[in-house]
């Protein structure tokens, strides 16, 4: 089976292929392939996504940090930024490797769950696999409002209290802490 890749810079999507030659491709492939090996399960829905966490490499850094030790085992996203586009949508069973700030490829996610519920039911029940500095719900709203504020924009939408939101549960498979 080929299988595709697809890249969500921060939160806009788009395919590895878009990227031309340097792009993170080459290294990408050569690290999903290694991880493949070990996974040994092919993704559910037939392709790998690709993606960075963090606006600059410290927080970039941090996130990869606490989701390679286990402290954060979920993400959040809008339906909205992948409307139309299913293979960007988050599927239980599926792969995504994550690349540190400057495209390097770090671990490998399994999804392991997927809900949609509106950003108004987010509660502590959800945001206790978050990062450890946005567990409480207020925390979580705060930097989730300018997330989906910056995300939006592109899209002419803005975050409400009743817009979908997407939890997404993953393990790391592939891949260990920084330093």
């Known amino acids: 089976m ?7 810079a921060g939160a806009l999507a788009l395919p590895v292929s878009a990227l031309g030659a340097e792009g993170a491709g080459g290294e990408v492939a050569a690290f999903w392939q290694k991880c493949q090996s070990q996974i040994g399960t092919p993704p559910a829905d037939g392709f790998y996504r690709v993606r960075q966490f963090g606006r600059d490499a410290e927080r970039s850094g941090r996130i990869l940090n606490f989701i390679a030790l286990g402290e954060k085992t979920v993400t959040f996203t809008s339906p909205w930024i992948y409307e139309g586009k299913r293979a960007l949508t988050p599927v239980a069973g599926g792969y ?4 540190d700030f400057s495209g390097v490829p ?3 996610l399994k999804t392991t769950a997927v809900k949609t519920l509106p950003y108004q039911d987010i509660d502590e029940t959800d945001a206790q696999y978050e990062g450890p500095s946005v567990r409480t719900q207020e925390a979580w709203r705060r930097v989730h409002w300018d997330f989906f504020t910056d995300a939006l924009k592109p899209l ?3 975050p409400s209290m009743d817009m979908p939101v997407t939890v997404e549960r993953f393990e790391v498979v592939c891949g260990k802490a920084a330093g």
């Open 2 to 8: 080929k299988l595709h890749h697809i890249l969500l």
């Open 96 to 99: 995504t490797v994550v690349n």
């Open 106 to 108: 770090k671990l490998v």
């Open 156 to 158: 002419g939408k803005q």
